[in-house]
């Protein structure tokens, strides 16, 4: 049973940073290209940040240069360091193994929340 356990999320002031983590079990983790996806109130659920199994990374333009994604294939765990806050970045965040840029391939888990704020 595949499992996908966000944590790390919390209120932070612009220009701030947070890393966020998830750890993934029941899936052979190495093998995926995992996401980083995130959902703001009224709005659909996007990826922002993605990484291969070999390291290989991309960004949706609206966090280029601020976050970077990598991962612990030894761990089963996936990292996104958050710099440079704005406002807008405030959703709940969540990972996948990427099947589209708004799907995952697994059943989504609880997600991690980042308010940024003033």
């Known amino acids: 049973q595949v499992q996908l356990v966000e944590s790390g999320g919390g209120l932070v002031q612009p220009g701030g940073s947070l890393r966020l983590s998830c750890a993934a079990s029941?899936?052979?983790?190495?093998?995926?290209?995992m996401g980083w996806y995130r959902q703001a109130p009224g709005k659909e659920r996007e990826l922002v940040a993605a990484?291969?199994?070999?390291?290989?990374?991309n960004f949706v333009d609206s966090v280029k240069g601020r976050f970077t994604i990598s991962r612990d294939n030894a761990k089963n765990t996936v990292y996104l360091q958050m710099n440079s806050l704005k406002p807008e970045d405030t959703a709940a965040y969540y990972c996948?193994?990427?099947?589209?840029?708004?799907?995952?391939?697994?059943?989504w888990g609880q997600g991690t929340q980042v308010t940024v704020s003033s």
């Open positions: 996948n193994a990427v099947l589209t840029n708004y799907r995952g391939q697994y059943s």
């Open positions: 029941g899936i052979r983790f190495s093998i995926y290209r």
């Open positions: 990484i291969t199994g070999g390291g290989i990374t």
